[in-house]
């Protein structure tokens, strides 16, 4: 099969690249829906889409009935998007959104691979990038959340008892609350999403557990508005933020990475209370009932108590 013989090895997709049959694929692949894996260097995935083929690999997913075709071509298209917010760009103009989302929607519909590849396609579609024009990540992100991701996402994954769907829904969102003020309150305003995200905070998963705390990180970092932030901190405070932080930090199976995030992120809303002398135990002292006593004062990023 094609798609074995050049997955991971550079050298071989060099070859194949250099016989010019990209428009022969494209032909198979819209008459016989024959499976096309990205899988290559970023110059491989150039010669891709140079070669027109992310609107034929849409357009296949959009018409056949084959689902372990159409999760090949997500697959395909996650990896392009994956390579750079270039990429990302041209395939989120040619209407990728919304035949990734219906899957999202009907995923009762699918197998799980199918419904797997999507969620974390759907994260790919709004990662950042690094570009000289960050207007470029910005505009993609927003056009995933006007398309309803965050909802779907809300409401079918974030809770789900699948520990793969849980991490790539939680790491789509918080690629989403790295974005711009109107980003953020999207993300603090959609119906139980910010509770979603804290409870994830008590995950069995250190992995969930970290994309949570980037998420809250990026909610209320100094980036966002302080006004923005302190309109939702009762919000926060009400999902039982504060409990969550508390346990997270005294979680003994909790990598120092994370334990990081949350001591920024105690620190942060709760100024004045880590103590920041040594502790041998790694335990915070502070009663939560009395810190939670003192959440109605609350002032987001250096709050005074």
């Avoid at 769907?165 to 790295?178: G, I, P």
């Avoid at 711009?180 to 305003?189: D, F, I």
């Amino acid at each position: 099969m094609f798609s074995k013989y050049v997955e991971n090895v550079d050298e071989r997709v060099d070859n194949v690249l250099a016989l010019e049959i990209i428009p022969l694929l494209i032909e198979f692949l819209e008459c016989y829906h024959d499976n096309l894996l990205q899988a290559g260097s970023t110059q491989h995935t150039q010669a891709l889409v140079a070669g027109d083929v992310t609107q034929h690999l849409i357009k296949v997913l959009t018409t056949s009935t084959n689902i372990e075709v159409q999760t090949q071509i997500i697959w395909a298209l996650g990896n392009i998007a994956g390579d750079g917010a270039v990429f990302r760009d041209i395939i989120l103009s040619a209407g990728v959104i919304e035949p990734l989302l219906y899957i999202l929607t009907h995923y009762d519909k699918y197998d799980y691979m199918a419904v797997r590849i999507t969620v974390w396609a759907t994260a790919n579609m709004c990662r950042g990038c690094r570009c000289s024009d960050p207007s470029w990540s910005l505009k993609q992100t927003q056009s995933v959340i006007d398309a309803g991701a965050l909802t779907i996402l809300t409401s079918s994954f974030l809770t789900t008892k699948n520990l793969t769907l849980r991490r790539d829904a939680c790491l789509a969102v918080s690629n989403v609350a790295a974005g711009t003020y109107k980003q953020v309150n999207a993300v603090l305003t959609e119906p139980n999403l910010i509770e979603s995200i804290v409870a994830l905070l008590w995950d069995s998963d250190m992995k969930v557990v970290k994309e949570a705390c980037w998420v809250l990180s990026n909610s209320t970092s100094p980036n966002s508005s302080q006004i923005l932030a302190n309109e939702y901190a009762d919000k926060l405070a009400s999902a039982g933020i504060v409990e969550a932080l508390i346990m997270t930090w005294n979680n003994s199976s909790v990598n120092e990475i994370v334990k990081e995030k949350v001591r920024a992120l105690l620190e942060r809303w709760f100024c004045g209370y880590l103590p920041r002398n040594n502790q041998s135990s790694g335990e915070i002292e502070e009663d939560i009932a009395s810190i939670e006593e003192r959440v109605s004062r609350l002032t987001i990023m250096g709050g005074v108590f």
